[in-house]
Structures are given as structure tokens and as C-alpha cells.
């Protein structure tokens, strides 16, 4: 294992670069959950990934963040309005034990029950791409993008397009009660031909660990 020393790229760290060319250039919303710093460090050797890259400074540089007013969920080293680490999440869901190779590893998630994760070889062929865990379909999606390249979505991309037919009226006001660790769960099931009108039928706000054993570990 690398050690911290190892990890922490004080010449080129790609947080500087991502405050210059992503955050100040940002199109969507976003909030920075605010780190601790000896979560950050254990989550950083956890997940064995420099701060050269835009996932070792996300984890390093940040407890998480929220996009769009708390539609998505980024996740970091865990904060107090984001308290899921991604080896935390992950553990019991992708692997059993640090170490371990997971098939795929969950980096975030949003209102809806969605989960996004990079590819480890139980999703396809395309290692290391994003894929996307869709809540009206109950099946994971090849995005065909990087992790940089989605952190870039999430902050510049068009989310109403992403989420065409998905949001509902006046959704925001509904997200803003949310903390990161819930999801609405909705019936009739996004999934289903009776649940494609999202305006017409019933949210309740669940725990998000309960919806993804529910709807995703089953799948």
C-alpha cells in the first residue's frame, strides 16, 4: 500500500486546476461539504488514489458535494450534510474488506434512487467507465465517460436533459428537506408502465441504504 506521503501530490494537485477550470466555470449549482481532515487522510489511504487526480482530491479536499441543490450526491470523505464516505458506502455493497477488488465502485447517487459507479469489471468490458444505475429502468447504463468527465457533467452538463420526465413540479422544494442519505422512493415504481407520469404518483422519503438493498443489490 502507498503511504500518505505517497498520496498527497504537492506539485500538481489536481484540485487547484479543478478550482480554475471546473468550479469557477461551473454552470449548475453546487455545495462543498466541508472535510475532516483525518477522515479525508483515512479515506484518501483507503482508496489508494493520488491527489493528482480528480477523485484523490475530491476525497482529500472535500467531504462530498451536492449538485443542483442536493439533486446529486458526489461522495468524498464524508462530512456532516454527507456523512458516506465511498469506502464506507461501499463496504458491505461492493466489497466485504479493504483490499478487496470490487466489481464496481459507487461514487454517487441522486434523489431518485440512481447510482452512479465506475466500472471494475462487474458491469461490461468498459473498465473504468461510468456507469448509471437507472431507477426507471432497474438496470445499470455505460454512460461512456470517465470520472473526471462526470464530475465535469455534473458541474457544467445539462442535468434537465439527463433527467428529462424525471423531475416533478416544484421538485426543488422537496429536495431541500432531504440530507444525503435519503432517496424518495416512489410508487407505482419509477419502473413500471403505471409509474412513467412523475407528476401523478406517490414519493416518501426513505433511507438511501434501504433502497439501494432494495432495488439495486437485487438487480
Not at 137 to 142: K, R, T, Y
Not at 174 to 183: A, C, E, I, P, T
Not at 185 to 207: D, M, T
Amino acid at each position: 500500500m502507498k503511504t500518505l506521503q505517497d498520496l498527497i501530490n504537492l506539485e500538481e494537485p489536481a484540485w487547484e486546476w479543478m478550482q480554475e477550470e471546473w468550479f469557477s466555470q461551473a454552470r449548475n449549482h453546487y455545495e462543498i461539504i466541508p472535510k475532516n481532515q483525518m477522515q479525508a487522510e483515512k479515506e484518501l489511504l483507503a482508496n489508494q488514489v493520488t491527489t493528482r487526480s480528480p477523485m484523490g482530491a475530491m476525497i482529500y479536499e472535500t467531504g462530498g458535494m451536492f449538485i443542483d441543490n442536493g439533486w446529486l450526491r458526489i461522495l468524498g470523505s464524508g462530512g456532516a450534510k454527507l456523512n458516506r464516505s465511498i469506502s464506507e458506502w461501499n463496504k458491505g455493497k461492493t466489497f466485504e474488506q479493504l483490499g478487496d477488488i470490487p466489481p464496481f465502485l459507487l461514487i454517487a447517487d441522486d434523489v431518485l434512487g440512481g447510482y452512479f459507479a465506475i466500472n471494475g469489471g462487474g458491469l461490461g468490458d468498459n473498465l473504468g467507465q461510468i456507469h448509471y444505475f437507472s431507477p426507471d429502468s432497474l438496470a445499470w447504463e455505460d454512460l461512456n465517460i470517465t470520472y473526471s468527465h462526470f464530475l465535469e457533467w455534473a458541474l457544467m452538463g445539462n442535468l434537465e436533459q439527463f433527467y428529462q420526465n424525471l423531475r416533478w413540479e416544484n421538485w426543488q422544494d422537496d429536495v431541500k428537506q432531504l440530507d444525503g442519505n435519503q432517496v424518495f422512493s416512489f410508487f407505482p415504481f419509477l419502473s413500471s408502465k403505471e409509474g412513467k407520469n412523475i407528476n401523478e404518483i406517490s414519493r416518501k422519503v426513505i433511507p438511501i441504504q434501504e433502497h439501494y438493498f432494495a432495488f439495486v443489490s437485487s438487480n
